[in-house]
Antibody
Framework: EVQLVESGGGLVQPGGSLRLSCAAS????????MNWVRQAPGKGLEWVSY????????YYADSVKGRFTISRDNAKNSLYLQMNGLRAEDTAVYYC????????????WGQGTTVTVSS | DIQMTQSPSSLSASVGDRVTITCRAS??????LNWYQQKPGKAPKILIY???SLQSGVPSRFGGSESGTDFTLTIISLQPEDFATYYC?????????FGQGTKVEIK
């Protein structure tokens, strides 16, 4: 079964750091590009970051650039999001999602992990 | 950044109704437009990619079309399991942006 499982969320104070992980199974992880997408409470979806499978080209949303770092470990079938300098507005459910072969559509999603930034 | 304007923000419909949701891009995005369905407390699910291609396993009552920078998601005959929030997303250029969502509720 194709599956993505996020972990690492929690409560953190403003200015703090957190590292999210996404464990992939059921497919050849190294051949797929990956995204992080977040959703603040009661709000819509926001794309956060992308990492390409072929050459690890990386993109970030302006809202997280310079604070968040996406990475992957193909040997461990894992995707990561290192989040530093966290702000209240980073509070959200964070999803990892696989980028499918057409139109960069996200065809497999994890269940999400919740990050709460509060003092 | 490319802005995606989705309408309506919510609608009420009955089982069996035909439902149409529209997304307008602020500039040309070719056919790099995807549609997702999200149910409360769940992750989004891809329905349509490349504006009009039905994702494998998605019922054929869902369809997508495009006309210039206007994109439409149509549900031909609404079923009870279709009550959810729908999002469009452009993947023409980063930052990839979503519409604000359309909540489809039971009338």
């Amino acid at each position: 079964e194709v599956q993505l499982v996020e972990s690492g969320g929690g409560l953190v104070q403003p200015g703090g750091s957190l590292r999210l992980s996404c464990a992939a199974s059921g497919f050849t992880f190294s051949t797929y590009s990956m995204n992080w997408v977040r959703q603040a409470p009661g709000k819509g979806l926001e794309w956060v970051s992308y990492i390409r499978a072929s050459d690890s080209t990386i993109y970030y949303a302006d809202s997280v650039k310079g604070r968040f770092t996406i990475s992957r470990d193909n040997a461990k079938n894992s995707l990561y999001l290192q989040m530093n300098g966290l702000r209240a507005e980073d509070t959200a459910v964070y999803y990892c999602a696989r980028v499918g072969p057409k139109s960069y559509a996200m065809d497999v999603w994890g269940q999400g992990t919740t990050v709460t930034v509060s003092s | 950044d490319i802005q995606m304007t989705q309408s309506p923000s919510s609608l009420s419909a009955s089982v069996g109704d035909r439902v149409t949701i529209t997304c307008r891009a602020s500039q040309s995005i070719s056919s790099y437009l995807n549609w997702y369905q999200q149910k409360p407390g769940k992750a989004p699910k891809i329905l349509i990619y490349a504006a009009s291609s039905l994702q494998s396993g998605v019922p054929s009552r869902f369809g997508g079309s495009e006309s210039g920078t206007d994109f439409t998601l149509t549900i031909i005959s609404l079923q009870p399991e279709d009550f959810a929030t729908y999002y469009c997303q452009q993947t023409y250029s980063t930052p990839w942006t979503f519409g604000q969502g359309t909540k489809v509720e039971i009338k």
